[in-house]
């Protein structure tokens, strides 16, 4: 075969516009932001779930349905996190690959047994980097053609994940934040810093405050004041205004979910954090 006609085969329209074709979809803005990561240069993805809506109560709407039966790839945390998407995987068409995060990552880098899993897994800058290989070994079974390029964006994106981190370490070096949390959101940002709050009014999103664990958590602020309430949004629950009321607390809101879709890159998402943490000393 002339070397010509190879070449006309190797690019041929049918090749270069099979990568626009591809569709990708996550489940949430965090897991997008991730992933567009690895797309640079390529394509982006899109989330199903808008970010004002809680992953946890959500209802799959037939638009969504539409845009994820499409899907070359659909990525979401877990059934437990995203509940409403528990019956989707069971009618997409054969050809969509599917990445569920909590069964694919390592149990090292999860907190939490089986179906009580914490969620929050994007807070873990190494958990980022943990989905970036997935995702991108994903891309590459899916379109080979962009195997570097995915390889080289998880390679930047590891770099600067490491470089964020070394210097977010030296902004809270000598400091210790004094903060209580509405739930127990931010595990697993905490041990990746070695961080630890100082209480929360409830155990996770799902719950009410009791009684004795706000009586508890009175009785220790009392003793060993806090700096902050750090919540994922408002307005605040009557619990948490009361709280914060009494003990002059600040009021953080750590916007987890990218609620409004204000950060372009999952630095912009994880860097308020840390600033919002360093503050409150």
């Not at 945390?77 to 069971?90: A, I, K, Y």
């Not at 630890?196 to 799902?206: I, V």
């Amino acid at each position: 075969m002339p070397f010509i006609l190879i070449l006309a085969l190797l690019f041929s329209p049918t090749q270069l516009l099979a990568t626009d074709n591809l569709k990708i979809v996550t489940s949430i803005r965090p897991l997008q932001l991730i992933t567009d990561e690895i797309l640079q240069g390529v394509g982006e993805s899109e989330s199903l779930i808008q970010s004002d809506q809680s992953p946890h109560h959500f209802q799959l709407k037939p638009s969504q349905l539409k845009t994820a039966s499409k899907a070359d790839l659909i990525i979401w945390v877990s059934n437990d996190f995203e509940t409403g998407l528990g019956r989707l995987q069971n009618i997409l068409p054969s050809k969509t690959q599917q990445l569920e995060l909590a069964d694919a990552l390592p149990s090292s880098s999860l907190i939490g047994e089986n179906h009580d899993i914490d969620g929050h897994i994007w807070l873990s800058p190494e958990n980022v980097l943990l989905i970036a290989q997935l995702v991108s070994q994903k891309l590459s079974l899916l379109d080979p053609l962009n195997d570097q390029v995915y390889l080289t964006n998880t390679m930047k994106l590891t770099h600067k994940i490491q470089k964020w981190k070394q210097q977010s370490l030296q902004k809270i070096r000598g400091i210790k934040p004094r903060y209580i949390l509405d739930h127990q959101f931010m595990t697993y940002f905490e041990h990746s810093f070695g961080l630890q709050n100082m209480g929360s009014l409830r155990n996770n999103h799902d719950q009410g405050s009791s009684i004795k664990r706000l009586s508890e958590l009175h009785s220790q602020l009392e003793k060993t004041p806090a700096k902050c309430l750090l919540v994922t949004t408002l307005p605040l629950s009557r619990q948490a205004e009361q709280t914060a009321k009494k003990f002059q607390l600040e009021t953080k809101v750590i916007n987890m979910l990218s609620e409004g879709n204000k950060h372009k890159t999952i630095l912009d998402l994880l860097d308020p954090v840390i600033n919002s943490l360093s503050s409150c000393q």
